[in-house]
C-alpha cells in the first residue's frame, strides 16, 4: 500500500515528548475503508489523526484572522493579490463565490467532519483496549462538533451529516437542530477526554479543550446560564491560568504556556508555517526601536497585501495598557528613514514575529483558544444573567486588566448591566486583536452591522443578511436540497 508521509508534529505524535516532530505514516483518504486500516488501532489513529490535520490547518489561519477582523472596527486590508478578496470583507460586497469560504471554511471543515464520522461509526471493530475506544471516540466527537460550531458562526445552519454512509444531497439542519447536536456531542465527548496535561501528545483534546469550546458556543449562542457553567468548569479544572507578560505570549520560545488551551500548532516549514507575520510587515521594513528582539532578514518574506489595524482602535488603548506593545506604530525602513504608520489606518499587529521564520513561513502558533477567553466568557456571562454586574463579574474581568497593567472596574465605574456589557466587549477587542475574534464577538453584542455603518460602510451593503456569510455557490449549485441563508 502507498503510504504518503507526513508530519503530523501539530498533533505531538512522539511518545513522550512535546516536540511534536516525528514523522507519521498516514494512509490516503480513499484508503481509509473497514475492509483494512479501519479494524486497527495504527488505521483508526490515522484516521483520527487526519481529523485532527483539516482541523488545524495552519496557513488559512491569516484568512481566518483576516474574514474575522477587517470586516470590522479592528482590521484593514491594502494592496496585493489577497486585498482582492479581503476589499469586499472590508466593503460589505462579499457574495457565495468569494473562495475563501469554500477553501478556508468549507471545505478542511467538512473534511474533518468526514473522518471524524469514520473514526466514531468504525470504532467498536478495531482491536484496541475499550479505554482506547472510548478516548478515539469522543476526540471524534469533540473534533466534529468543533467542525460544525466553526460551520455555524460562518454559515449558520449548514447539513448535518453524522456518517460516512449518508449519501445524496442534504438540506441544512434547523438552527435549534444544529445548535442541539453541537452541545450534546461536547457534552457527550467531555467524560471520556483526559485531563488537561494527560492527554497523550500536545494538541489532542482533552476535558478543557472541549469544555472551553463548549463555553464559547454557549456564549456566542447567548445561553447565558449554559455559558458561564461551561466556563467555570474549566476554570475548575485549576489547570489553566494567566501567562506573563503579554508581549511574550505569542511567542515560540513560550509555546504550550498554561493560557493556550487550543492553538493552531505552526514551525519554520513549508506547509506548517504561519503565513500572518509576512502579511503584517509595512513595506521596506528593516528594524523598530519597539521590537529591538526582532531580527529581520532579506530571507523572511514581507508581501505585497498589508493587514493593517484601523487607527481609532489603536487609540482606543489605554496609554499603559501593556497589550499595545505587540502593535506596530513606527519603524526605520531599508532607506534608514523613520516611518510613522500609526494613522491612516495603517499600525500592525506584530504578535507573531519570529526571528526563525524561513521565507513565508513563522514558527509562532495561532491562538484558537486562550484562558483569558474563558475568564471573560464567564464575566460576560454572568453579567447577562445578573440585574447589575456581580463581584464575580468584576474579579473575572480584572485578572484579565490586571495582567495588562490596567486599573480595576468596580461598581462605582461601571455600575450597570449595561455599561459591564459595553465594557467586556471592549476589553475583548484590546486582549484579542489579531485572533480572530472581533466578528463573532461584534455581532454577539449585536454592533457588527451599526460599527460597520459608523466607519462608513454603506447601509445598503452592511444589511441584515450580513450577518451570516453565504455558503460557497459551488456547494448550493452541487445540491439541490442545500439553499442559500439569510442572515439571522
Known sequence: MKKIVKYIFLLGIATGSASCEEMLDVTPNSEFAPGNVLTSENGIKALLFSAYAEEQTQQNSRFLINNAEVSTDIGFN??????????????????ASLGTFQGDVWAPEYRCIRDANGVIENIDNVVTSDANKKLFKAEGRALRANAYMNLYNYFGPVPLRTSTLQVGDFAKATDEEIKAFIEDEFRTAIPDLPLPGQEEAYGRYNKGVAGGLLARFMLNTKQWQKAADASKAVIDLNYYTLFTPYKDLFMVANEQNKEMILVKQCKNEVDYGNWYMAGALPPAYKNSPQFPQYTYLPTMSNFATQYRLRTAFVNSFAANDL????ILTSYVNNANATVNIQAGDNARCFKYWDNATIGNNSGNDVPVLRYADILLIRAEALNELSAVPTTECFTLINQVRTRAGLHDL??????????????????????FYGEGLRREDLIRHGKFLSSAIARGVSAASATTDKLLFPIPQTEVSANKLLVQNNGY
Not at 78 to 95: A, C, K, P, R, Y
Not at 416 to 430: H, N
Open 78 to 95: 491594502s494592496g496585493g493579490g489577497e486585498n482582492g478578496q479581503l476589499v469586499h470583507m472590508i466593503n460589505f460586497t462579499w457574495d
Open 323 to 326: 497589550r499595545k506593545s505587540l
Open 410 to 431: 468596580t461598581i462605582a465605574t461601571t455600575p450597570t448591566k449595561e455599561a459591564f456589557r459595553d465594557a467586556v466587549l471592549a476589553e475583548r477587542g484590546w486582549e
